[in-house]
């Protein structure tokens, strides 16, 4: 008994004053909200309206599938989305940091911009597009891909959320898996539209339509046309250099070039150039641009088309100053445009992945 007492004391002793351990403390960075997976997920409903708001998905998956006779509005950015088995539905998807992925549906409409777009086993398919990259199709005939004309509030934030330059749009350079041609670029399965052909009003109530400020006159994404009305051979360049309001005056330029009537926006192009490069690229350029290339920075390119080559830049010319008050402007002449779009669509093409 006594030494069972002995023992006991000494253990009291060891461990009285021994404090209570403390709780670990949890970093902001540590704490995790808890998911829900039908908050990503809509699946196998019909004639219903789902939206999501900006913070909703917040860069998160997304999933689509058995939905028929759906709107599906998501006004927020998200990492990939699937749609499969899909009908009679139209999707509004805010910037997709990696990819979209349609299987298996037929007489959908959409409105995306993503980093890659694909479709597979899919008929009767219009897409609104934005793309980082060729958009590709697989065994699907009557898609209809029309330039991205979408805006919204917040939509800045979640393009630059998902990593996209809205001045680097291949929406018309579609390859098709299942073309007759050898080499994908052309075939029966689909074709370039203009985007005038998609209604927001008839899909979207009037009160979401002002709540979130949705329109179809989009500013933030330049208006350009691909290969559609485009007279061959006759584009100019013009390059817009670094300066405090790049993006601000080069939307303004495309603006005002939509705007006329014998002149189109082909496409735009935002690649770093240093001065070395710049001048690889435009070797008659002459040397006062040196100043506005001191070390590697943004440039934005602008091709522009129209019946006469020279009225073409005679317009850039006049737009140009009027729009860009505070930096440099390198327009391509007569002699240089179709070396110069050359060149520097070879050094897009190796710079930009």
């Not at 900006?54 to 709107?71: A, M, S, T, V």
């Not at 250099?241 to 080069?250: A, E, G, I, R, Y």
């Amino acid at each position: 008994m006594g030494q069972l007492y002995s023992c006991c004391l000494k253990w009291f002793v060891k461990n009285r004053n021994t404090p209570e351990p403390e709780e670990k403390k949890l970093y902001s960075w540590e704490v995790r909200k808890t998911k829900n997976r039908e908050d990503y997920l809509v699946e196998n409903v019909e004639s219903t309206t789902i939206i999501k708001k900006p913070g909703d998905i917040d860069g998160e998956q997304f999933g689509c599938r058995n939905l028929k006779k759906c709107n599906i509005l998501l006004f927020d950015h998200v990492a990939t989305i699937m749609i499969d088995d899909c009908e009679d539905c139209f999707f509004i998807v805010g910037p997709v940091h990696q990819s979209i992925f349609l299987r298996d549906c037929h007489d959908c409409s959409i409105i995306v911009a993503c980093q890659q777009f694909r479709v597979r086993d899919c008929y009767n398919i219009k897409v609104m597009l934005h793309s980082d990259t060729k958009p590709i199709i697989e065994s699907s005939n009557n898609i209809y891909f029309s330039c991205y004309r979408l805006t919204y509030s917040d939509i800045a934030e979640h393009f630059i959320a998902a990593k996209l330059s809205p001045f680097n749009n291949n929406w018309f350079k579609v390859y098709d898996f299942s073309a007759r041609g050898d080499n994908g670029d052309i075939g029966p399965n689909w074709k370039l539209i203009h985007s005038n052909q998609f209604d927001l009003e008839s899909k979207i109530e009037k009160s979401l339509i002002d709540e979130v400020n949705i329109s179809l006159k989009c500013t933030f994404v330049p208006l350009t046309k691909g290969t559609t009305d485009m007279f061959t051979g006759n584009s100019c360049l013009v390059v817009f250099l670094p300066q405090s309001d790049l993006l601000s005056s080069v939307l303004r330029f495309t603006a005002e070039c939509s705007s006329k009537a014998d002149i189109i926006v082909v496409q735009t192009k935002k690649v770093k150039l240093s001065c070395e490069d710049f001048y690889r690229v435009f070797p008659m350029a002459d040397k006062s641009y040196k100043q506005a290339l001191k070390s590697p920075d943004d440039v934005i390119s602008v091709e522009v088309n129209g019946a006469e080559l020279e009225n073409c830049i005679n317009i850039c010319k006049e737009i140009g100053p009027d729009v860009c008050s505070n930096g440099m402007i390198y327009y391509s002449s007569l002699e240089t445009s179709t070396e110069n779009i050359d060149k520097f669509y070879s050094f897009v093409d190796m710079h930009i992945l």
